[in-house]
């Protein structure tokens, strides 16, 4: 039987239905509006654009989610009926409305299916943050400020710091410790007659001239002649050009304790060699005809007085993680064509930087000098040690090897995190730099700078070594070898197991901590240890060392590496080898680089004290074959690429010096509770620390629709962000507390992230 609908054969029924329904929706649309104008009486603008009304009337929406008990779980009609008479009420211009009133209902409804889909991927947290058209950014739309957009206003601000006439403030923000150095000025300039000899006179302009010609604390003052030339520095215009003469540097490099660096070096120049000459020929590339910069280098991790016997057992199987880097470093620095020389006691940093006078000033055109001073932490207390209360006149050329990094809480001296407890002070931080200055051997974090090292290995030829069923244990020193028998007993199923590890004075290793089926060949050379690798399956850590260079070896030769997880992961707070660390990064696994950066087929992740977890892994690696894997930035060019570029343009001397150029920025809003440094990452990008200044300011919430309710600065490093609560806002009021890596569940940040160069995250793509 067919049905007909009744509305066609009773046309009067259809209209009268449409009248008591549309009776019933003014009614409870009148309620809704007359409830929300007594609670919340702000009018509407009286704009015509579409977008905008959708705007206002979303943060509007969002605002009222108290009265969610009125709405219910009203249907489509009546949400329609509410928006309706709600700016209706709230309008002048009825009219006006009405022409708009369907895009803005089309556009409600495609946004609210957008949250649900990402709300069910996990993309918006469940109280949605009013700022949908950045905070949803899935990585494709475009940046909310783009690093171009400020160029222009920070050329204007240079212009307008080094005009200031009257010298009396304030200062720019790119300068954020000149009110300070000034203050002290005032009061001290007769402390030491050195002021005076650069033109100080007691005047606002005499003090900043110095601080800007002499120490580099505040902007430049044009407008300003002094009595006495503040400054007159020898500037070098000496080009460099590829050093192949490996001689002198053999020289430099005589003494006993560089024995080990010596030979790597050695051993590799070859390689090196080629690299530079591959580099050299590169359409538009800055690798060579760089100024040339004197450097000073102080190894102090092998001196006499650190008592680490790191140069002693360097043949022996001891660590060799910081004498590769720094073996790598000389030798793509000397390559170059920069002046170096070399250090390793504290006598030597006491003979070189002597100085006959004693003053207050820095010390200028003496042959003291250096552009750059390269130390390792160790170095740094043994050079404060020697030079005393010079020590901040040399604070902004150092650049200090720091194998695990050092974050900005660690850094500040006196500052620490709310909250925190125990001594958040320790050994190894407090040292009041630039946190670019720390040197890192792999890309733990972009508030400090990428070093790395070179990874060795020998190139695939004609002659390529077959796999066989063997496994190679990570574990050069008996101490590794403890508690690892019943994780051993499940590799041997699978495999031969193989170590290398450096034998006592008996010339045995302790059958208790060694299974008797591993067949140990002793600490080898470079090419025995090259041969072993290239014949082996599967590289088999044990949990330690942390990070080290070997696994990335073994994968450049072709192996399997299985990679150790932590649960929970290993920090200061529940380690000992951390505890004195100056960082609160978190290790995952024994090496969290070839986890992250590599990962399968190549790396393999697992808990080793859970053997159903290791038999699958090797299993899986038993029926694969794998090519090897070596990422460009652990290459010989990739190394000499990075070396190259961080000499010729990072520049902590210059407060006004800006590298990476700024308009490589793009500026994001992370998640709530997200880190800058993981925003970044989810849109293919690398936050960058030297862009913060750039955005903290109260003009960037404004770029990003962030209605402030609140603008506060604090010492930080969440900073700049706001809060979801009440929409607090929040920048920085000290520079060296910017960090990429601060996480708050509370704050939502504001982000500058930057490209990078294939292969080398360390530089952007116009940073080569």
Known sequence: MRLRNPFIRYPGGFL???FLWGTFLLLFGFMVTYHLSSHHPTDLSNSEDPVELERQLRRRIEGLQEERAVLGDMPVAGRVHWLAQTVEHMKDSHEKLVANISVLLSKVRRLEQENIQLRRQGRLPAQAVSVPDTNRNDGKKDAIVKGSELQGKVAAQSKDDADNGDCSGPFSDRFPHCEGKMKWMRNFWKSDNCYAEHGVDGSDCSFQAYLSEVENWCPMVKSYQPGKAAVEETVSHERTS??????????????EKLAWVRKRISLMWPDWQMAANILATKVNSSFSSNTVKRIFLHLGLISDNAGFKIAETAFHGGPLGELVQWADLIASLYLVGHKLTISFELQHIQRQFRQTKLSACPVKNSDNEFDIIFIDIVGLRQFKKAVGGRFDQFRCQFRILDSFGTEPEFNLRGY???????DWGQAWGNWNLNLRQFWTMFPHSPDNSFLGFVVDHKEANGNKVEKRRQSLVYGKELDMWKDSRAFLDVIQQYTEVHATIGTTKTGKVDPSLVPAYVTNHGVLDRDGIQQLLQQTKVFIGLGFPYEGPAPLEALANGCFFLNPKFTPPLNRLNTKFFKEKPTLRALTSQHPYAEVFVGRPHVYTVDINDASAVKQAMEEISALTVSSYLPYEFTHMGFLERISAYASNQDFCDAAHQWPPLSALDVFIAKRG???????????????????????????????NVQCSSLSEEQSIFVPSFEDSGWKCFLQSEPMLFSCVGEDSARTRICPCRKYAKGQVALCTDCR
């Open 674 to 704: 997200q880190s800058c440094k993981d925003a970044c990452l989810d849109r293919g990008l690398v936050c960058e620390p030297e862009f913060f200044a750039a955005i903290n300011k109260e003009e960037i919430f404004k770029s990003s």
């Open 16 to 18: 009268g239905v449409c």
């Open 416 to 422: 620490k995190r709310p909250g925190s407890t125990g």
């Open 242 to 255: 590829i050093n192949s003469d490996l001689q002198p540097l053999l020289v430099l490099l005589q003494d």
